[in-house]
């Protein structure tokens, strides 16, 4: 080879050109280094060439590209990379220099070194020519080029191949300069990206996932890990983006103390460390020396860390600059998502609080608004919920006040006759001959008084539910008539001939024991039968005692609204006094009491048992039932209620008085109210009243 090799100074003008030319190409950086040494290793008539930059440490010679190498040269050249301090060899001596070295002989030259030999088995023959690529003033890399035969390079020689080389480190330090911009530009868009994604997330293993898998490429790292400190729980949460760890036990947390993620947490400054320079510790990741960890904090709550690592190079500054746009930005969206699932919890707590006191509410407003929490009303409710739909005849029996009517509307409202009347008719208020006018109504001149038609409740009732209450005081006359109703499913107004069918629902309901007047003879044992076809019993409120406190406490609700007091409930003594006391009155007597007392009650919030009505406070737990004729005993010790003692006497004295006589008059109140010389009204509200007496009352010890 020589200078005429060079062929005419015009062709290498066309290929000064060509090499200017490939910057303005779409390639590559890579692809152009390669064209490069294409093109001069073609023009200036060598066999093969090579070149290599420096990395971004200034330490190391990276190949970069290679010409007419044969694969395993190839790989050799791609897997070493010579490292300035250590290695003496012709490629770091030029770019330790920055100049060059023509090789006549590569074979005989004294400056060829052993470890020259040793990389390629070129310097056994032919010639080289080395020379540093210089980007304003300091060595980037350099060239070499190879020929098979020895030769002498003239000066014009060696200034053709310095231009070359300077033309080289023009055209690399401006794709360089594009190529930087390129893969800033790159990197600014993923961290907008990851910034917008992270922005978008609420999801904090989501969060980690992106900041990590950004942090990976921004960072051309190979591991990466996020590290939070709770600093308020002292506890720990290790994230590599794949699996979260959170307590002590797991792989990384000893090391973690001793790495320079402590240091940056500790310093609050970004720390980048590589173990092959600064041999103290090993790196986290062994084979990942080049560290760097980025801290960052949320409130006074969390601290951390982002902690990348790679086997090789280091973190530009731009690199740096954009890790930490990075973390102050996942810091933000941390804290807010920390706050989004603090307050989601929050929520849930809330919810859960509503969902207990939705549930209070629905034990104290029960079924229909009827309240109750014994078993003995839950079955109640479970059997109006059973018959409710069907047209069964039902019967509800129980003292009075103990809400036989609420029940009727209940079974009334969850039937399917809901939209149409419920009719209630009262038997012991209607006298007998007017309730069989009121019932089955009548034509007009059915009667002197008739003087046009009526329409009887029975027909008013018609696709609705009636209520026959008080049903043990309709006569016996009614009752046949009315049983025959029932059978034939249709009436006759009176003085009417017309059949009119009836479709009603029925219910009945008596405080009075149906069973004993059957036997008694006042009442129809068919007719009984016909209308207890669903017996319901509600029982006396003192059988009940955990319906007490909770009608107690609705009451005071009510009362509260109605009243406008701030009442807040009973003392725990209040509470026992009122499950002792027997309630003969039932709920409509409890319902009176608190509001009798919270009419009383001035500015206290919880009702004592002194603020009770005295036949409440005297209630006390040892009940006793005497009986007339028996010999009362009692010593000084017990304190007696003597009114209730002597009323509850009283009354048991009336109720068999009122009792025989009707027993005499086979049940027929009007005579027996005759011969007791009381009207029939003042003997029925005495049969009510004495009737749900308590022979009880109570003794304090
Ligand atoms: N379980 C209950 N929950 C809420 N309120 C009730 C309950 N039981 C009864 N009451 C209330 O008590 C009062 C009396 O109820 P209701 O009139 O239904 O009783 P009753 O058995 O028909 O009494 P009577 O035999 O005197 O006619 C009403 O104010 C009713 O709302
Ligand atoms: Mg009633």
């Known amino acids: 080879m020589g200078y005429q090799s060079f062929q005419t100074s015009e062709q290498l003008l066309q290929s000064f050109f060509r090499i200017s030319n ?15 040494l294409d093109e001069v290793v073609d023009t200036m008539g060598f066999h093969r060439g090579i070149i290599c930059l420096l990395d971004e440490d200034k330490k190391n010679l990276v190949t970069k590209v290679v010409k007419n190498y044969t694969p395993v040269e190839v790989k050799r050249a791609f897997s070493i990379n010579l490292n300035l301090e250590r290695h003496d060899c012709l490629e770091t001596r030029i770019v330790k220099t920055g100049g060059y070295i023509a090789l006549e002989d590569s074979e005989s030259d004294p400056r060829v070194t052993d470890l020259d030999r040793k990389i390629t088995s070129f310097y056994q023959r032919g010639s080289t020519f080395y020379a540093a690529l210089l980007i304003e003033g300091e060595t980037a890399g350099m060239i070499s080029l190879w020929s098979k035969e020895k030769s002498k390079f003239a000066p014009e020689e060696v ?25 800033k530009i790159k990197k600014l868009l993923m961290l ?33 890990l996020m590290y939070f400190l709770d600093v308020e729980n002292n506890s720990y949460l290790i994230s590599d983006g794949k699996n979260i760890y959170t307590d002590k036990e797991n792989e990384y947390y000893p090391v973690i103390a001793k790495s320079i993620i402590r240091k940056a947490i500790d310093s609050e400054t970004i720390i980048i460390q590589n173990h092959n320079v600064d041999h103290h510790v090993p790196p986290l990741f062994e084979g990942y020396p080049a560290e760097i960890a980025i801290p960052l ?50 929520a849930k ?35 109006i919920e059973g018959v409710a739909g069907h047209d069964t005849s039902i019967l509800i029996q129980g003292e009075s006040g103990t809400g036989k009517e609420l029940i009727a509307r209940a079974i009334h409202r969850q039937s399917n006759r809901k939209k149409k009347r419920f009719v209630d008719v009262n038997c012991a208020a209607i006298p007998g001959t007017l309730l069989e006018s009121e019932l089955f109504g009548y034509e007009a001149g059915a009667f002197t008084d008739a003087r046009k038609r009526k329409t009887g409740l029975l027909e008013y009732a018609s696709g609705g539910t009636i209520l026959l209450d008080e049903i043990g005081e ?13 059978e034939d499913g249709y009436i006759r107004r009176l003085g009417g001939t017309e059949n009119i069918p009836i479709d009603v629902r029925f219910i009945f309901s008596t405080n009075r024991d149906l069973n004993r007047m059957v036997s008694e003879g006042s009442f129809r044992e068919d007719l009984f039968y016909r209308i207890s076809v669903v ?5 006396p409120l003192r059988e009940r005692s955990e319906d007490i406190v909770i009608l107690a406490y609705h009451y005071i609700d009510e009362f509260n609204k109605k009243f406008n007091k701030r009442v807040k409930g009973f003392s725990s003594k209040g509470e026992e006094t009122l499950k002792q006391y027997v309630w003969p009155g039932n709920v409509r007597e409890l319902k009176n009491i608190i509001e009798r007392v919270m009419i009383m009650q001035d500015v206290k919030s919880v009702i004592a048992p002194e603020d009770f009505p005295a036949e409440i406070k005297k209630a006390a737990p040892q009940a006793f039932e005497m009986e007339i004729g028996q010999n009362i005993s009692f010593d000084a010790s017990h304190s007696i209620n003597y009114k209730n003692l002597t009323e509850s006497l009283a009354n048991k004295v009336k109720d068999r008085i009122l009792r025989k006589a009707l027993e005499l008059h086979k049940g027929n109140k009007t005579a027996a109210a005759r011969q007791l010389g009381i009207s029939r009204y003042t003997l029925i509200r005495e049969l009510k009243k004495v009737g749900n007496h308590r022979e009880s009352f109570d003794i304090d010890p």
């Open 159 to 183: 200034d053709i191949f310095l231009t070359f080389a300077n033309q080289i480190s023009v055209v690399i330090h401006i794709a360089e300069l594009f190529e930087d911009n390129r893969n």
């Open 297 to 346: 904090k949320i409130k006074d709550k969390f601290k951390g860390a982002l902690y990348l690592s790679k086997k090789l190079g280091t973190y530009s500054r731009d690199q740096r600059n954009l890790l930490d746009i990075l973390i102050i930005n996942a810091a933000t969206s941390y804290d807010s998502a920390i706050m989004h699932s603090m307050l989601s919890l929050e």
């Open 349 to 383: 707590t809330l919810k859960s609080e509503i969902e207990v006191l939705k549930e209070r509410e629905n034990k104290l407003l029960g079924f229909h608004n009827i309240i109750g929490n014994s078993q003995k009303m839950l079955d109640i409710f479970h059997i």
């Open 474 to 486: 309709m006569s016996l006359s009614i009752q046949a008539k009315f049983l025959r109703m029932l």
């Open 535 to 539: 017996p319901i019993h509600i029982p």
């Open 22 to 36: 490939l910057i303005t190409t779409p390639l590559s950086f890579d692809d152009m280094l390669q064209k490069i």
């Open 192 to 224: 907008q990206e990851a910034v917008s994604q992270l922005n978008a997330s609420y999801n904090l293993d989501k969060m980690h996932e992106i900041t990590i898998n950004s942090a990976l490429k921004i960072g051309n790292a190979d591991k990466a």
